[in-house]
């Protein structure tokens, strides 16, 4: 791992990665998923990626949660490699699917990540770049995103959108540093996602972790993010880097806003542009 | 039990539980059978009570006994009158019960040996490539030998005692564990483990806190095969070793040389009792141990 964090890339108050490039497959189907990408996420940021399918954003997140090592590049994580982060439990994955375990009923699901790698407070308390946080209780957490009621239910009983915040509570468990959401959203109809988007917010706002949020919808990227990523495919690159300067709290209400509008249109612009850019093979 | 109740009033977990189950637990080569809503719901407790749910199978039995009375009046040395296999049960009950019970014995001994290995196996072979590419070729080939044949052998090497028995049944009970298991252990999605992954999850922690769990279902598909499967391995050891003390094989193998052919349908209809049995009981604890995963037929997410 000493090779994937130098000491140059470790900066202990933001999520870094420089000059990372990942490359899928060789010869004539080799794709090159990420093509020396530069990203910096300060402490406490909210950013998301969007971008059209097949343009690397979900590897760029696998990338900071240590799932993939890059060819070229660094990745570090608050001053440490990506796996060590993960060693401290600095890392919460929300991926597409809830992935809950079907034997367990919710609040057993959202203990269970407490419960593998106990050398992790060791190991935390050693890296510089973690800031300390009490453990929530569980229960509250879980009736903050309204499943109080459900507390003792499987997840097969739960609606897909219970399930997905089952899985997002579960993941702020831990208090990461840093929260990696890989479209969590995607399979709920608009109305629960709209929903479950104030509420991440709420916990958010409360937590004060990192996120960084892949995800396919400019509405949900303007809605949620202080940065949004823009990025472009084949081969995959960051064309774009838009600040959204809207208030927070951000309501329901606000998407209804020409300021919202705003925000959305130069979005649209700029995948539009990343679009055209990229060959017109990348039609997905 | 409430709580199994429960998830099958809840709307949609009746629905899709006839045939829906998931594709991706089709083991290829312990199949798994269909799951139906049966054993836990009210209504099909009920369902035991109407005449459309019993009568089908009590008028073949019927229709049987009676060309089975038929047969036997014609030619008693092809079938013996089911009176005189009532006679054989019902004259000597105990005798029935100890021989039953030593066979038994070996079944359930047996098939625990087998249990432990393959399981044990299984993790192995899940955990390890290279312990999967070992292994496995033998167990194949082992699987397709016909264990019929190896019984006589190893009573020559192991005698009358309850040895071969235990090995024969054992080996038979081997092979479903062994695919069942290692199948299911790697049956986890991938999204699962990458969040168990980012929270570097031990291999052990992974193993007991999400494999082992995600592998009952396919455990228990395999254990309602191998379980009336050990019985099977028990009576073909008996059959094989002919000096055997007791055991059903023994008294069929002895009964058939002596002409008894009451003893010997008698000997048979034990056996067919106990295996159902065992599957009974096998069933009963499964619907019991997996009311999370029958739940999960009728998922709405």
């Given at each position: 791992m000493n090779t994937v964090n130098t000491p140059a890339a470790a900066r202990p108050d933001s999520i870094s990665i420089q000059g990372a490039v990942k490359i899928y497959g060789s010869g004539a189907t080799q794709q090159v998923a990420l093509n020396n990408v530069d990203v910096e996420?300060?402490?406490?940021?909210?950013?998301?990626?969007?971008?059209?399918?097949?343009?690397?954003?979900?590897?760029?997140?696998r990338l900071i949660a240590g799932l993939e090592t890059p060819d070229a590049g660094t990745a570090s994580v608050f001053g440490v490699s990506p796996d060590a982060a993960c060693a401290a439990k600095m890392i919460g994955l929300v991926p597409q699917a809830p992935a809950l375990l079907p034997w367990l009923d919710v609040l057993q699901n959202v203990s269970l990540p407490a419960k593998v790698n106990r050398g992790s407070e060791r190991r935390r308390k050693r890296i510089g770049g973690h800031v300390e946080k009490e453990a929530p209780d569980m229960s509250a957490l879980l009736t903050a995103v309204g499943l109080g009621d459900a507390v003792h239910k499987l997840p097969a009983q739960l609606s897909g959108g219970m399930q997905q915040r089952t899985a997002i509570v579960r993941a702020f468990g831990l208090q990461p540093d840093v929260l990696l959401m890989d479209e969590p959203f995607s399979a709920l109809d608009e109305f629960t996602r709209e929903a479950i988007q104030g509420q991440l917010l709420d916990i958010w706002d409360e937590q004060k972790s990192t996120v960084v949020f892949v995800t396919h919808s400019v509405t949900e990227a303007v809605r949620l993010s202080d940065t949004v990523l823009v990025m472009s495919a084949r081969p995959g690159r960051i064309t774009a880097s838009v600040d959204i300067t809207l208030d927070r709290p951000r309501s329901q209400d606000m998407l209804k806003t020409p300021e919202f509008h705003h925000f959305e249109d130069l979005i649209r612009d700029h995948l539009q542009s990343a679009w055209h850019e990229g060959p017109i093979t990348s039609a997905a | 039990m409430t709580s199994m109740m429960t998830t099958h009033d809840t709307p949609g977990a009746n629905e899709t539980?006839?045939?829906?189950?998931?594709?991706?637990?089709?083991?290829?080569?312990?199949?798994?059978?269909?799951?139906?809503?049966?054993?836990?719901?009210?209504?099909?407790?009920?369902?035991?009570?109407?005449?459309?749910?019993?009568?089908?199978?009590?008028?073949?039995?019927v229709g049987l006994g009676i060309v089975w009375t038929v047969v036997a009046k014609?030619?008693?040395?092809?079938?013996?009158?089911?009176?005189?296999?009532?006679?054989?049960?019902?004259?000597?009950?105990?005798?029935?019960?100890?021989?039953?019970?030593?066979?038994?014995?070996?079944?359930?001994?047996?098939?625990?040996?087998?249990?432990?290995?393959?399981?044990?196996?299984?993790?192995?072979?899940?955990?390890?490539?290279?312990?999967?590419?070992?292994?496995?070729?033998?167990?194949?080939?082992?699987?397709?030998?016909?264990?019929?044949?190896?019984?006589?052998?190893?009573?020559?090497?192991?005698?009358?005692?309850?040895?071969?028995?235990l090995i024969v049944t054992a080996l038979i009970c081997f092979f479903p564990i062994l695919i069942g298991v290692s199948t299911g252990l790697r049956s986890v999605s991938p999204a699962v483990l990458q969040v168990f992954t980012t929270l570097h999850a031990?291999?052990?922690?992974?193993?007991?806190?999400?494999?082992?769990?995600?592998?009952?279902p396919y455990l228990f598909n395999a254990l309602r095969i191998v379980f009336p499967l050990s019985i099977i391995g028990?009576?073909?050891?008996?059959?094989?070793?002919?000096?055997?003390?007791?055991?059903?094989?023994?008294?069929?193998?002895?009964?058939?040389?002596?002409?008894?052919l009451a003893v010997v349908y008698a000997a048979i209809v034990c056996l067919a009792l106990m295996g159902s049995l065992l599957l009974l009981i096998i069933t009963a604890i499964e619907n019991r141990a997996l009311h999370w995963h029958d739940s999960r037929q009728g998922s709405r997410g």
């Amino acid at each position: 791992m000493n090779t994937v964090n130098t000491p140059a890339a470790a900066r202990p108050d933001s999520i870094s990665i420089q000059g990372a490039v990942k490359i899928y497959g060789s010869g004539a189907t080799q794709q090159v998923a990420l093509n020396n990408v530069d990203v910096e996420i300060e402490r406490g940021r909210f950013v998301s990626i969007i971008g059209p399918s097949g343009c690397g954003k979900s590897t760029l997140l696998r990338l900071i949660a240590g799932l993939e090592t890059p060819d070229a590049g660094t990745a570090s994580v608050f001053g440490v490699s990506p796996d060590a982060a993960c060693a401290a439990k600095m890392i919460g994955l929300v991926p597409q699917a809830p992935a809950l375990l079907p034997w367990l009923d919710v609040l057993q699901n959202v203990s269970l990540p407490a419960k593998v790698n106990r050398g992790s407070e060791r190991r935390r308390k050693r890296i510089g770049g973690h800031v300390e946080k009490e453990a929530p209780d569980m229960s509250a957490l879980l009736t903050a995103v309204g499943l109080g009621d459900a507390v003792h239910k499987l997840p097969a009983q739960l609606s897909g959108g219970m399930q997905q915040r089952t899985a997002i509570v579960r993941a702020f468990g831990l208090q990461p540093d840093v929260l990696l959401m890989d479209e969590p959203f995607s399979a709920l109809d608009e109305f629960t996602r709209e929903a479950i988007q104030g509420q991440l917010l709420d916990i958010w706002d409360e937590q004060k972790s990192t996120v960084v949020f892949v995800t396919h919808s400019v509405t949900e990227a303007v809605r949620l993010s202080d940065t949004v990523l823009v990025m472009s495919a084949r081969p995959g690159r960051i064309t774009a880097s838009v600040d959204i300067t809207l208030d927070r709290p951000r309501s329901q209400d606000m998407l209804k806003t020409p300021e919202f509008h705003h925000f959305e249109d130069l979005i649209r612009d700029h995948l539009q542009s990343a679009w055209h850019e990229g060959p017109i093979t990348s039609a997905a | 039990m409430t709580s199994m109740m429960t998830t099958h009033d809840t709307p949609g977990a009746n629905e899709t539980t006839a045939d829906g189950i998931d594709p991706a637990l089709s083991a290829p080569v312990v199949a798994l059978p269909v799951k139906t809503t049966g054993a836990g719901t009210r209504s099909s407790r009920l369902q035991f009570l109407k005449p459309t749910y019993w009568a089908p199978v009590l008028v073949l039995l019927v229709g049987l006994g009676i060309v089975w009375t038929v047969v036997a009046k014609d030619s008693p040395y092809l079938l013996p009158p089911l009176s005189a296999v009532g006679e054989a049960l019902a004259g000597n009950p105990l005798f029935y019960l100890q021989n039953a019970w030593a066979t038994l014995q070996v079944a359930l001994i047996g098939l625990a040996i087998g249990f432990v290995v393959a399981y044990v196996l299984a993790i192995l072979v899940s955990e390890l490539p290279l312990a999967r590419r070992a292994i496995m070729p033998v167990a194949v080939v082992l699987n397709v030998t016909p264990l019929v044949a190896i019984a006589p052998a190893l009573v020559v090497a192991f005698g009358f005692g309850p040895e071969p028995k235990l090995i024969v049944t054992a080996l038979i009970c081997f092979f479903p564990i062994l695919i069942g298991v290692s199948t299911g252990l790697r049956s986890v999605s991938p999204a699962v483990l990458q969040v168990f992954t980012t929270l570097h999850a031990s291999r052990l922690e992974t193993l007991w806190h999400v494999r082992m769990p995600s592998a009952l279902p396919y455990l228990f598909n395999a254990l309602r095969i191998v379980f009336p499967l050990s019985i099977i391995g028990a009576v073909v050891a008996e059959l094989a070793a002919p000096g055997a003390a007791e055991g059903l094989g023994t008294v069929i193998s002895v009964a058939s040389s002596n002409n008894r052919l009451a003893v010997v349908y008698a000997a048979i209809v034990c056996l067919a009792l106990m295996g159902s049995l065992l599957l009974l009981i096998i069933t009963a604890i499964e619907n019991r141990a997996l009311h999370w995963h029958d739940s999960r037929q009728g998922s709405r997410g």
